[in-house]
């Protein structure tokens, strides 16, 4: 496949890219210095040249705080901008995939949400984003909504690096442990993410990694792994408040049939990025710089 991957400089296009290279795909990367999807004419005339059989969106505007004071410039980004990609996508003939999240979702659930459950976002976020699906959906008509949760990975500010950074300075941390979620490493959705660009089903997709757990269950699994010493004691999300109403329940699940694509379970996740991570390092301490 021909793949256009937009936001190619942020964490997930970082393992994304290099994922479709050696999966063997032809891939164009852009970022916001060579493309704005605010820009709806530039971004109209930027995919036609490309010519893609695929648009992968990865670009957007992911401070969830920022996003509170700052809803409409978020908007233009996650909404508009994703509407002009999909229209741009559909005038070049291209299928698009686009990413979004578990925030679309009220996070107050009991039972795992599946692709079909009333969304009902409570963050600026989570209303840009859901705004983003909404007109990706009305511009083109193949096209696949991956809604994931709790990405980490190589390439970005990510919550399992904060963690092991915390962890390499103090003797304690303490960690919410009321908001339960999918942790998500880039490493295991990049390639579920070429399978659904490969198509031909079109839709929304939950893609998050299996099981659930806390903020403190991810941070405490990531410092044991790590033989970090430090102490993980939990809290409330009361203890810490944020600018952004963070969901309490995200857990996702898939209520697709044969089409559905399954990640490997959290722990696997991060066994995977820790391993890789810790290889990084081993080349990078003993190289030139
Ligand atoms: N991170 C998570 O926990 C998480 C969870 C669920 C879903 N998602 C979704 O997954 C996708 C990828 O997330 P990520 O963490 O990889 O995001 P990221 O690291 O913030 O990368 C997004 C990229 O898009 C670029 N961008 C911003 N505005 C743009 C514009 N107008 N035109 C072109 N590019 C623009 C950003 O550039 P600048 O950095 O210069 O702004 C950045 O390089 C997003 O759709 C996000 O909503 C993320």
Redesign the pocket.
């Known amino acids: 496949m021909r793949l256009l991957v937009?936001?190619a400089?942020?964490?997930?296009?970082h393992t994304l890219v290099p994922t479709a290279r050696a999966a063997g795909h032809d891939v164009i990367e852009r970022?916001?210095d060579s493309?704005?999807?605010?820009d709806a004419a530039g971004t109209a005339a930027i995919v036609a040249g490309d010519a893609p059989d695929v648009v992968i969106?990865?670009?957007?505007?992911?401070d969830v705080d920022g996003a509170e004071e700052h809803e409409d410039r978020a908007l233009r980004?996650?909404g508009d901008?994703a509407g002009n990609l999909a229209l741009a996508a559909r005038a070049a003939g291209a299928r698009i995939v686009q990413?979004?999240?578990?925030y679309v979702f009220p996070g107050d659930a009991q039972e795992p949400y599946v692709e079909s459950d009333p969304t009902g976002p409570r963050s600026a976020y989570g209303r840009t984003?859901l705004a983003g699906e909404r007109a990706v959906a009305a511009a083109a008509p193949d096209h696949v909504i991956a809604r994931?949760?709790?990405?980490y990975g190589a390439g970005?500010k990510?919550f399992v690096d904060t963690m092991l950074a915390l962890g390499a300075e103090r003797e304690e941390v303490r960690v919410v442990d009321d908001q339960v979620g999918c942790p998500t490493w880039t490493g295991h959705l990049a390639p579920a993410l070429l399978e659904l660009a490969a198509g031909p089903t079109t839709g929304v997709f939950h893609v998050a990694g299996a099981g659930r757990c806390s903020w403190f269950d991810l941070a405490r699994e990531a410092l044991a792994t790590t033989g970090s010493t430090c102490r993980v004691e939990p809290t409330t999300t009361a203890e810490f408040p944020r600018p952004a109403p963070r969901p309490a329940f995200s857990v996702m699940a898939t209520e697709r049939g044969a089409d559905a694509v399954h990640l490997p379970d959290w722990r696997e996740g991060l066994a995977g990025f820790l391993a890789a991570r810790a290889g990084s390092t081993t080349t990078t301490a003993g190289g030139p710089r």
């Open positions: 937009v936001g400089a942020g964490m997930l296009g970022d916001i493309i704005d999807i605010t969106n990865c670009a957007a505007w992911t980004v996650n901008g990413l979004s999240t578990d984003k994931t949760a709790w990405l970005g990510n």
